[in-house]
């Protein structure tokens, strides 16, 4: 690590992905408040990035001390996830990433490390004398690896650190939040009126008949109404808009803490692991043989099947029908089929289950 001229730290290489990242030890402690880390689907695209690196081209041209400060650049998030031939979750980003920005953060506007940056868009060709060249194929290309991708080694050597506090909102509109038009609109304020004097009115007549005791039970019996239809209509955890036919997609729990529990899987990914920041099922931190984020579970109802993905889960997430599930990767499992995180006592089993609306 260059700190400063002449100033140079040695570091060993403690753990290494075959994603073509690894993780360093320095020789002496750097004291650093810890960076917050941005979960990959909190990650939006024309989400605002800063990416940070020491680009060769801008190395060159420093001298003295710029060498040893970093560049930034800025841009947005152009493509959400995709996956490259390596099996590699990647951001795409227009920001300007060149040799040297490798290894360096990618941050969102809100300073939350999204991922860390890993490559530009590049081809190789020969020049007339037979030498190698690599030449940029576009301006504008470059990836990121997202956190998610390489938490793994983070958990298994115990290095602490932390998660952002909610998703960060900055949307592309030169470098900040997507602006607001200081027009007025008159038929908007004219519908905003008619809302109001409708809600007061409401008020109104709410007051009136909660003074009277007739006014009481009505209003019991049809808060009472209300509740009794949205639990038939919309299942706990589901929302209005997502439906799977006759039949409701849900996580049974078979075996372990949340044994007898049965989960309707809705519109999101539901994970499974020890850390509430990350994970919809969370266990007890005493129960370590769950890592804090232990494997996905999803429904997608166009292919009418569940998808199981390990989250680089220390302890395996296993499907009682092929084994054991490559971390990062996902399996399609079938209705009625099971799987277990960690150990066998960890059961779970997907199902779909009637619908019902009496």
């Known amino acids: 690590l260059f700190r400063s001229p002449g100033r140079e ?7 290494r992905s075959p994603k073509d990242v690894a993780i360093l030890k320095l020789s002496e402690p750097i004291v650093r408040d810890l960076v917050p880390f941005v979960p990959t689907n909190w990650v939006r695209m024309a989400q605002t990035v800063n990416v940070m690196g020491y680009p060769a081209a801008a190395d060159r041209a420093a001298g003295g001390d710029d060498f040893y400060i970093p560049s930034l650049t800025r841009g947005i998030i152009s493509k959400e996830v995709r996956k490259d031939e390596y099996g590699r979750k990647l951001f795409q980003t227009d920001a300007a990433i060149n040799a040297g920005n490798s290894g360096g953060p990618m941050f969102n506007a809100c ?3 999204i991922g860390i ?25 470059g990836w990121a690896l997202p956190f998610d991708e390489w938490v793994q080694g983070l958990d298994e050597l115990k290095i602490p650190y932390t998660y952002a506090a ?11 939040a997507l602006p607001t038009s200081g027009i007025a609109n008159p038929i908007k304020d004219r519908l905003y009126l008619i809302g109001l004097l409708v809600a007061i009115l409401l008020s109104v007549t709410a007051v009136i008949l909660a003074l ?10 049809a ?8 639990s038939r209509r919309i299942p706990t955890g589901r929302s209005a808009k997502f439906t799977a036919g006759p039949h409701v997609p849900v996580l049974a729990c078979v075996g372990g803490y949340y044994e007898g529990t049965t989960i309707e899987l809705g519109e999101k990914p539901l994970a499974i692991g020890r850390d509430a920041r990350m ?28 998808f199981l993905e390990d989250c680089w889960s220390k302890n395996g997430t296993y499907a009682l029908s092929s084994g054991k599930i490559p971390g990062g990767e996902q399996i399609v499992l079938k209705t009625g089929e099971r799987f277990y995180a960690g150990d066998s006592g960890n059961m779970f089993e997907v199902n779909l289950e009637p619908l019902s609306i009496s």
């Open 166 to 176: 909610a998703p960060c909102s900055g949307i592309s509109s030169e470098g900040g």
């Open 117 to 141: 940056n890993v490559e530009k868009a590049l081809t190789t060709i020969r020049d007339t004398q037979g030498e190698e060249k690599r030449l940029a194929l576009g301006e504008g290309i």
């Open 212 to 221: 009277t005791k007739r006014g009481r039970v009505m209003m019991r019996e």
């Open 111 to 113: 300073g939350e490390v």
């Open 9 to 15: 730290i040695p570091a060993e290489v403690v753990w």
């Open 223 to 230: 808060v009472t109404r209300s509740r009794e239809l949205v």
């Open 279 to 306: 994970c919809q099922l969370v266990y007890p931190q005493d129960k370590t043989e769950i890592s804090r984020r232990h494997c996905v579970i999803r429904y997608e109802e166009k292919d009418q099947a569940f």
